[in-house]
């Protein structure tokens, strides 16, 4: 939720934010993170996806005097970037390798008129002998470095040409650096500060939690049928599909383009030019939905993707905290549904045996936190929160499954779970979770008969309950500690805490798969009080026409927030236009007619409709 106006927010601060962007309130940070850029002091600024880092040095470098400068490490997330500034009417431009030689005399002719306010570099070009000679005649007023834990080798995303950098305390030692990154632990903080050579950094931390997001945890039964029941909630949204393997991003897609669904694969195995294609259909909404290996996504800043599926587990919680967080960057709720099984862990534990030996002990740890998320029964934002080193505050967040209701709360846990620690125990703690639930269900599989397990009096012992239960109780067992997986083929064993379970000293907490339908979290619900979703829907089409012929991302033009709050005000007038949060001046001018238009349209084709929706 966005901060009250702060009343120390300077007056010219506050007139650039209303002109240019339509904010009268600041996102937690934004404020602390911009009095540093306009005292001119150093800074490392940690926010997360959606935290609003870009308009932290977009907006004080309009207050200040000279050129700020950019560093970006891809041109997608420059030109993302300089698109939304030009549509809000800043003057602002990148040079990088798809800029011709004749623009970039423009922009640096425009630079030297003192009539550009921002540049956008990669790393490697700003530090060209040529640039930083051309920058020492022009006057800077800062410089910010996106994406900052690219600088550091702890982060996970390094790139050595980000540490060329240090060239600029060098170069320009009057001229303040700013660091921006959603990433990093304190050794990371620490080390940027360091790699950049900054001064008396303000080290400036945001939450690490996401309170729109709305995280599910499932195992994976039929996948796609899984998957499906996401996309039909969110009809017509847009929303990514994450699969681990080329192989399944090729045959999820198919199967969901023959199902009916507007999709398009994303993995590094297509040809440039088909990968380019299918990510501008998906970023100017004329696709909904990409299916794509993780190779997607860095680059990617679009606002109002409205949920994101693992199809399959990430190898960490980085990854996935990372990855789910493309969802909602516009801060309303977006749904993160992650479909996880036992074979993810082994199919990642199998591609780790190829990393050295020394990177292998953290990557198993990594990939065991990951595990025991989706196994776990506490609340998803918690259990995220916590792992990332910060306290969790209020018990039930009312956004994720478990708080949600949506798994129940098993009746007799401990004589289930002595049941199936039973079953281990006869099977001798010489087999794994999937071939233990089966003889606890009573399968007739060759390969139990075979062995006689029929024969054993636990065989059969669970038969009544839902089969993918029965696999998840096991699971949430390991992730209590009261069974272990031990050696290559995680062959179940009963621990020292699994006996006192058996004795009956100890009683787990097991879940089960509620049989109503998933619940709905508040954050969805009141993000859409008020609205007519047919005048969004009505006005969503006039921003992808609007969108395909000025050959932008639809969320550049306005954002959903925007959007819904239009939709609630019903502006009529080009003043009340300006009213919407997130109309500046330059879009009153540029889409307003348009929008009332649209907006009257509809209104006097629903003459119920024709009042403002109550608030
Ligand atoms: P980040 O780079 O931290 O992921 P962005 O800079 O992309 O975040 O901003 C995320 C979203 O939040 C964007 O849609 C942006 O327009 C919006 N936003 C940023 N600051 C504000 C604000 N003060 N009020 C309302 N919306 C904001």
Known sequence: MPDQPDPATPPALRAVLQKFWGYDSLLPMQAAAMGCVLASRDSVVVLPTGGGKSLCFQAPALCLDGLAVVVSPLISLMKDQIDALQGCGVAAAGMHSMVTAAEGQRIAAAIRAGELRLLYLAPERLVQERTLAFLQGVKISLFAIDEAHCISAWGHDFRPEYRQLRRLKETFPGVAVHAYTATATARVRQDIAEQLGLVKPAILVGPV?????????????????????????????????????????????????????????????????????????????????????VAFGMGIDKSNVRYVIHAGMPKSLEHYQQESGRAGRDGLPAECCLFYSGQDFMTWKLMLTNMPAEAQAGALAALGAMHGFCAGVSCRHRALVEYFGEKHKGAACDACDVCLGEL?????????????????????????????????????????????????????????????????????????????????????????????????????????????????????????????????????????????????????????????????RRPATMEEFLQVKGVGQQKRDDYGQQFLARIAGFCSGKPDAAAPASR
């Not at 929303?239 to 090729?250: E, M």
């Not at 007739?444 to 006689?452: A, G, N, P, Y």
């Not at 006039?542 to 819904?564: M, P, S, W």
């Open 209 to 293: 939690d996401r309170p729109n997001l709305v995280y599910k945890v499932r195992r994976r039964a039929n996948r796609l049928s899984q998957i499906r029941e996401v996309l039909d909630r969110h009809a017509g949204e847009s929303g990514i599909v994450y699969c681990i393997t080329r192989k399944d991003v090729d045959k999820t897609c198919l199967a969901l383009s023959e199902a009916g669904y507007r999709v398009r694969p994303y993995h590094a195995g297509l040809a440039d030019e088909e990968r380019r294609r299918n990510q501008d259909d998906f970023i100017r909404e004329k696709v909904e939905i990409i299916v794509a290996t």
């Open 408 to 568: 129940d709360l098993v009746a007799e846990p401990l004589i289930i779970a002595q049941k199936i620690l039973s079953c281990v125990v006869r099977l001798q703690q010489r087999f794994g979770g999937e071939y233990t639930a089966m003889v606890l269900g009573g399968s007739t599989d060759q390969r139990i008969v075979k062995q006689k397990h029929d024969a054993l009096s636990t065989w059969g012992i669970l038969a009544k309950e839902n089969k993918r239960a029965i696999r998840d109780w096991i699971e949430q067992l390991v992730e209590q500690g009261f069974l272990a997986k031990v050696g290559e083929f995680a062959v179940l064993q009963v621990t020292d805490t699994g006996r006192c379970l058996l004795k009956g000293e100890l009683a787990p907490r097991l879940l089960q798969p509620a049989k109503n339908a998933p619940a709905r979290a508040k954050v969805e619900v009141d993000s859409w009080e008020g609205v007519d979703r047919a005048l969004f829907e009505a006005l969503r089409q006039l921003r992808r026409e609007i969108a395909q012929t000025r050959n932008v991302a639809a969320y550049i033009i306005f954002g959903d927030a925007t959007l819904r709050d239009m939709v609630r």
